[in-house]
């Protein structure tokens, strides 16, 4: 049961050799499914696009007309706040036509498949396809099966590339680099698709990553990835740049991995207490939604600076510059100053 999550091996979809979009930027992709495939130059040049894209968010009119004409659908199979509203507004921002199901109110409903679907949507032309599913894999499946980008918005404890874009973008545009600095992921991570896309994305540019969570959440399988591993966060606080706590996710947790809330508050909760051992530089960081009292105190986040709202605020710029890139079609860097709306 715990080795199911824990290494993934799954098919990426490349269009490099067929021109698919002829674009000349770092980014040559079809799709976005997880961060394991991409090179640190291409997570490089998404980051920096996404600050560029930042700059729009900040004009009294926060919007340009890049994406105009170009069809976005919204297919999120599991709840999310974060991840949908960034999409939409992302979308929006760029003039492009976002369309939303879910599958309490889809014809998923009455049991079409997944794939049918796909395919209807598809006959109505759409240009991507950000979906989020309890299943690994769902979005290459995807992938496959249509000619739309598809963007992976969550799959199981698999992946969540944007997620793990938007956590590298607010600690580049703290401590400046990734190389050498050390990352502290605690908590749950053997059900965290966040921890995952983190991992893949800090250790490719050269972060040093440490995971720390219960034994039954964290298994010795994770070390194939590169990883440190510290059971106990007290035994490495002191050594981390960044740390980024990870939500209990009660909704995975089909049998009992710790005793009870007070035993895992007692050793990894991020209490004031405890991140007082931290570095006075480091910074606490959330993918949301936290659960106060079990990963975080209220008054964690007085102790470190901690930037988990500037997490969401710059899921909105990845998202543009990830959908800007897989449907664009543009060339090279997007030069924010150019574009006014109604050009
Ligand atoms: N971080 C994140 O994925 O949040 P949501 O589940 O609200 O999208």
Redesign the pocket.
Known sequence: MRRKFAVFSLTYTTRKSDNWHNMSGVFQRKDLLGLEPLSCDEILFLLNEAVAFREILKRPIRKVPTLRGKTVLNLFFE??????ASFDLAAKRLSCDIVSISPGTSSVKKGETLLDTLKNIEAMKIDAVVVRHSSPGTPHFLARHTEASVINA?DGAHE?PT?GLLDMLTVKEILGTFKGITVLIVGDILHSR?ARSDIFGFKKCGARVILSGPPTMLTEAFKELGVEIAYEPDQVIGEADVIIALRVQMERLEESFFPSFREYREIYSLTPERLKKAKKEAILMH???VNWGVELDLESVDVLKTVILDQVTNGVAIRMAVLYHLIGGQVSTFDSSSQEEGR
């Open positions: 709840p999310s706040t974060r991840t949908q969550g969540h997620q966040v993918p949301g939604p």
